[in-house]
């Protein structure tokens, strides 16, 4: 089975910039698309970046483009979530997923694991 880690979440101000770390273990072998889902009181789960692992092609949500970044580093089987000028908006608690497909989809019922999430919190 697979595990995901998440790190990184905290309390900041709007504008600040925080990165979140997902660091899978276990039969990380069959793992090919990365991705960040947000969820915040009484709201569904959301989509917010993800990500090839092989060949490194991203995809964002609207809400985070040009603002949010997702890369990986593959010596470190990590993945990161690079969070700049961050707004109220943003506040929810942030999961790491993972699914076996290549194919980048925006669905959460799309992938089968998770982590166990990382709570950001921004201020105004």
């Known amino acids: 089975q697979v595990q995901l880690v998440e790190s990184g979440g905290g309390l900041v101000q709007a504008g600040d910039s925080l990165r979140l770390s997902c660091a899978p273990s276990g039969r990380t072998f069959s793992i090919s698309t990365m991705a960040w889902f947000r969820q915040a009181p009484g709201k569904e789960r959301e989509f917010v970046a993800g990500i090839s692992w092989s060949i490194g092609d991203t995809y964002y949500a609207d809400a985070v483009k040009g603002r949010f970044t997702i890369s990986r580093d593959n010596a470190k089987n990590t993945v990161y979530l690079q969070m700049n000028s961050l707004i109220p908006e943003d506040t929810a608690v942030y999961f790491c997923?993972?699914?076996?497909?290549?194919?980048?989809?925006?669905?959460?019922?799309?992938?089968?694991?998770w982590g166990q999430g990382t709570q950001v919190t921004v201020s105004s």
């Open positions: 997923s993972a699914r076996s497909s290549r194919v980048l989809t925006t669905s959460s019922l799309s992938y089968g694991y």
